[in-house]
Nanobody, 119 residues
Framework: QVQLVESGGGLVQPGGSLRLSCAAS????????MSWYRQAPGTQRELVAV???????TYANSVKGRFTISRDNAKNTVYLQMNSLKPEDTAVYYC?????????????WGQGTQVTVSS
């Protein structure tokens, strides 16, 4: 069983930056594909960024060039550096981890951290 704990959310002005962290408990973190999702009020949860176990990354078009996902396997942590923040980035951000075990995927979610972009 893996637990994911996000931190780093808060209130920031438009154009500002935040770095979210997601710390994972347990072992074999390097085998996990990690992602960040977000959900604004009244909307569906959407994928923001993915970093695979091998290190390749993918981003939603809305955040390309502004957000960077990275991981530190030695610290069992994945990060989301968010720059040039816009009011439409306001949402609860969730960390997600997926790992395959005996040919079955297992998915884990964090509890979420609130990001509010407002002047």
């Amino acid at each position: 069983q893996v637990q994911l704990v996000e931190s780093g959310g808060g209130l920031v002005q438009p154009g500002g930056s935040l770095r979210l962290s997601c710390a994972a408990s347990g072992s074999s973190f390097s085998a996990y594909h990690m992602s960040w999702y977000r959900q604004a009020p009244g909307t569906q949860r959407e994928l923001v960024a993915v970093i695979l176990s091998g290190g390749s990354t993918t981003y939603a078009n809305s955040v390309k060039g502004r957000f960077t996902i990275s991981r530190d396997n030695a610290k069992n942590t994945v990060y989301l550096q968010m720059n040039s923040l816009k009011p439409e980035d306001t949402a609860v951000y969730y960390c997600n981890g997926v790992v395959e075990h005996l040919s079955r995927p297992y998915t884990y979610w964090g509890q979420g951290t609130q990001v509010t972009v407002s002047s």
